[in-house]
């Protein structure tokens, strides 16, 4: 049986763009190579009920906002869910009443709609089954992988060594950079723990360098911009603790490449997708303990406790001080990375399209 797939690409725009959502949808769709039917399922329910489609695929779950079909608009229904950290971190993401209504009607709408889940490691599959009720054998995890664009850049090799660094020279002068700094890449939200990477890039005396979205969509005073503003109130004039802001991905691989470590030091991840690109980069990575993270990076990362701000700084100081040590897990990512490609992902995922239409 010919199997028809709508793919919704509402998951690629607004605030997801940027974040790991936007990333998949917009990766795994240039792989799918026209074996599915992408359209925003918003703008076009219409489309969505009468186009014939054996399945709808929904890419994006909010727990505490609509995002399950109320009725099945094709015989079989899939769902991806990314991570459940709102559910994870109440007190840090509050739903108000309205927010956990609607995660009582989707949680039961989830049961009664939806007949496979997507996620994208199995620390976010025990998660939903623990949040959400839902049986293990109804979850099928499928891995992300880094964009093309994260990549090791080469520098032009008709150059001689002098013209070689005045290259990375002119690079570092354009973003104001260090010669040797830690490099952390992402919001600026409570999970990701950064006051703790302050710190410890501070007991060490390395520079710190930031890039990514600072602020949510929400009002100033809304809880969830709280770690920022904390951050800012610690650290807004802080010489050593860089703030570069969002860096378009043709700018961001390039401050990627002169970072002497990478370092994401979350309380909680989903996957680990920012691991990856570091490695992919040629550039060490730090991390913190943490089940995706182990998951995902393997032996391929420096692990430290992200609750201790002395373990995090060692870490850091392990493979900042060692150039040797810092080949050897630039070689280990190299290796890393190389298991998980998009063309993969696609593979998996339409495997999973076979399952669910027979």
């Given amino acids: 049986m010919k199997v028809k797939v709508a793919y919704d690409t509402g998951s690629a725009g607004g605030g997801n763009a940027v974040r790991g959502i936007g990333r998949n949808t917009n990766e795994l769709l240039s792989k799918l190579n026209g074996k599915v039917e992408a359209f925003d399922f918003k703008s076009n329910d219409r489309k969505l009920k009468t186009g014939g489609y054996n399945i709808a695929h929904y890419t994006v779950f909010n727990p505490h906002q609509r995002s399950v079909p109320l009725t099945k608009p094709t015989r079989k229904v899939v769902l991806t869910i990314h991570d459940l950290i709102r559910l994870v971190y109440p007190t840090a993401y509050p739903p108000g009443i309205k927010g956990t209504l609607r995660f009582l009607v989707q ?4 049961k009664r709609n939806v007949d496979r889940i997507i996620t994208i490691s199995e620390t976010s599959k025990k998660d939903i089954v623990r949040f959400l009720g839902i049986s293990p054998e109804k ?9 093309k664009v994260f990549r090791r850049l080469e520098l032009k090799q008709s150059l001689s060594l002098r013209d070689r660094s005045l290259e990375k020279a002119e690079v570092r002068k354009q973003f104001g950079l260090p010669d040797h700094f830690v490099l952390y890449v992402g919001d ?23 890039a990514g979205k600072t602020t949510t969509s929400k009002p100033d005073n809304h809880p969830e911009n709280k770690p920022f503003a904390d951050f800012l109130k610690k650290y807004g004039v802080d010489k050593d603790i860089i703030r570069l802001g969002f860096v378009e991905d043709e700018d961001l691989v390039k401050i990627w490449n002169l970072a002497t470590v990478y370092c994401q030091p979350s309380y909680y991840e989903g996957f680990g997708l920012i691991l990856l690109e570091s490695m992919a980069c040629g550039v060490p990575v730090v991390a913190s303990r943490i089940n995706a993270h ?40 190299e290796a890393r990375v190389k298991q998980f ?10 495997k999973i399209y076979a399952q669910v239409a027979d």
């Fill in 294 to 333: 182990t998951e995902i990076g393997g032996e391929a990362c420096v692990y430290a406790d992200p609750k201790k701000v002395s373990d995090l700084a060692e870490k850091i100081k392990f493979v900042v001080n060692s150039p040797e040590r810092q080949k050897e897990y630039i070689k280990k990512g």
């Fill in 341 to 350: 490609t998009w063309t993969k992902t696609a593979q998996e995922t339409l």
């Fill in 107 to 110: 949680k039961w709408l989830i």
């Fill in 139 to 147: 979850i099928s995890v499928v891995y992300l992988a880094p964009k």
């Fill in 188 to 210: 600026v939200n409570f999970n990701k723990n950064l006051m703790t990477l302050a710190d410890a890039c501070k007991a060490i005396k390395i520079p710190l360098v930031m």
